[in-house]
C-alpha cells in the first residue's frame, strides 16, 4: 500500500504534519467534518476556537485537477484569525504529478514569496494560507496592464536557487507520460476506441526530434512553474500585485518552455490558437521579462533570441498536455473531455511544426547561439 504523502515527507521541512485524509466524494456534511478534523490537527491557533465557532468552508472554482475550500472560523474571535486554503489533491493525480518534489520545492518558494504560504500537510493534500485577490481567466493575460507584471514574476521566479537537481525534467517527465499513456484500457468503449487510434510509435519519434533539436539551442535552465495558466495566476487589485499559485508541476526545466507554455495558455481549454500573442505582442512580454522595470533596456537580439527560443519550446508544450492529457483520460475523475484535449494539441503541434522548425533552424543557421 502506497504510503501518505504526510509519512513520506521529511520532518525536517518544519510544517504540521497529519495522517488524515479528506474524501472529496462524500456529501458536503461529511466532507466538511473531515475538513475540520484537518485544520484541528495541522492549525494549533484554531484548535481552541474551533471547539466554540463554526467553519465556514466554501468551494474555490479552480483547475480540473484539485479540489480547492476557503476555510474560515466564525465568531468574534475568529474573525481574528485569517482564512485558509484548503488543497485536496484530485484521485489518481500521482499518476501525472510528483507530489514529494512538489512539497520539497514549496518551503523554498514559500520563503522567496512565492505563492500561498504552506502551513501544513495531510495525507492527500495541504493547508495554505489564503491569497486574496482574483483568479485571471485567459482573456485577461494578454492585458497591457498585466502583462508587465506576469513577466516580472515569472523572471522573479526564474532567478531563484532551488536545492536539488538542476537537470532539465522536461524530457523525463514525457517520456514518464509516454510509459504511462502507453498500455491503458478504458472500460468506456468509445473512449477505448478514440484511445486506440493513438499512434505512440509515432509520437515517440515526434518527441525525439525535438529532443534532439532541443539540445542544441542552448536555453537556460531555470526553476520553472510548467503551468503558466490562467488559473494559476491572481491578481490582488486593491495592492495590484500579481500571485503565481500552485507549483505541482514545478521543476528545473527550460526557461523558453516555461514562457512558451505561458503563450500557449491564451488559448484557454478551448484551445482556440487564434489567441496566441503576435510577435509583437510576445516582444511586449519579453522587454518587461528581460528587463523588469526598465523594459526599453532590452535589447534586439535579446528578443529575437528568446523569440526563436520560446516559439521553438511551444512545440513542446503541445507534446506535454497531449500525453498528459491520456493518462488524466484513465486515471482522473473530473469530468472533462481529456481524450478530446489530446486531439486539440497534438492537431496544433501538427499545424504549427513546419513553421515553427523553419524558424528554429534559421535561428541555429544563423550561429547566434
Not at 36 to 58: E, N, P, Q
Not at 206 to 222: R, Y
Request: charged share 25%; net charge negative; glycine share 6%.
Amino acid at each position: 500500500m502506497e504510503t501518505s504523502l504526510a509519512a513520506r515527507l521529511d520532518s525536517s521541512m518544519g510544517v504540521p504534519m497529519c495522517d488524515l485524509c479528506v474524501d472529496t466524494t462524500l456529501p458536503d456534511s461529511a466532507l466538511n467534518l473531515q475538513v475540520r478534523g484537518v485544520c484541528k490537527a495541522l492549525l494549533r491557533r484554531w484548535a481552541d476556537d474551533m471547539d466554540v465557532f463554526s467553519l465556514s468552508i466554501t468551494k474555490i472554482s479552480g483547475g480540473i485537477t484539485n479540489m480547492l475550500l476557503k476555510v474560515e472560523l466564525e465568531g468574534e474571535n475568529g474573525s481574528q484569525l485569517p482564512p485558509v486554503t484548503v488543497r485536496v489533491f484530485g484521485p489518481n493525480t500521482d499518476a501525472v504529478i510528483d507530489r514529494d518534489r512538489e512539497l520539497q520545492a514549496m518551503n523554498y518558494l514559500s520563503q522567496a514569496g512565492f505563492g500561498a504560504k504552506l502551513l501544513g500537510v495531510f495525507a492527500n493534500g495541504m493547508v495554505q494560507s489564503f491569497i486574496f485577490g482574483a483568479t485571471l481567466e485567459p482573456r485577461d493575460m494578454p492585458k497591457t496592464e498585466l502583462v508587465p507584471l506576469i513577466a516580472a514574476e515569472v523572471r522573479r521566479l526564474h532567478e531563484l536557487d532551488i536545492p536539488g537537481s538542476k537537470q532539465p525534467q522536461l524530457w523525463h517527465d514525457i517520456y514518464k507520460f509516454i510509459d504511462r499513456a502507453s498500455g491503458l484500457t478504458f472500460d468506456d468503449s468509445k473512449k477505448q476506441k478514440q484511445y486506440e487510434t493513438i499512434s505512440f510509435s509515432s509520437i515517440r519519434s515526434e518527441v525525439e526530434e525535438i529532443k534532439e533539436i532541443s539540445d542544441t539551442i542552448g536555453a537556460p535552465v531555470v526553476f520553472a512553474h510548467n503551468d503558466l495558466l490562467s488559473g494559476n495566476l491572481m491578481f490582488n487589485k486593491e495592492e495590484g500585485k500579481l500571485y503565481i499559485i500552485d507549483y505541482e508541476y514545478g521543476s528545473h526545466s527550460y526557461r523558453g518552455y516555461d514562457i512558451a507554455n505561458h503563450f500557449n495558455e491564451y488559448a484557454g481549454f478551448e484551445c482556440d490558437y487564434s489567441l496566441y500573442p503576435s510577435k509583437d505582442k510576445q516582444f511586449h512580454f519579453f522587454r518587461h521579462y528581460l528587463s523588469p522595470g526598465n523594459p526599453e533596456k532590452a535589447t534586439e537580439r535579446e528578443l529575437e533570441d528568446l523569440y526563436a527560443e520560446c516559439n521553438f519550446f511551444s512545440l513542446a508544450s503541445h507534446m506535454y498536455w497531449a500525453i498528459w492529457a491520456i493518462v488524466q483520460a484513465r486515471f482522473s475523475t473530473i469530468d472533462f473531455d481529456y481524450l478530446g484535449y489530446f486531439y486539440l494539441r497534438f492537431d496544433e503541434y501538427k499545424k504549427c511544426k513546419e513553421e515553427v522548425l523553419s524558424l528554429t533552424h534559421n535561428y541555429l543557421a544563423s550561429g547566434r547561439i
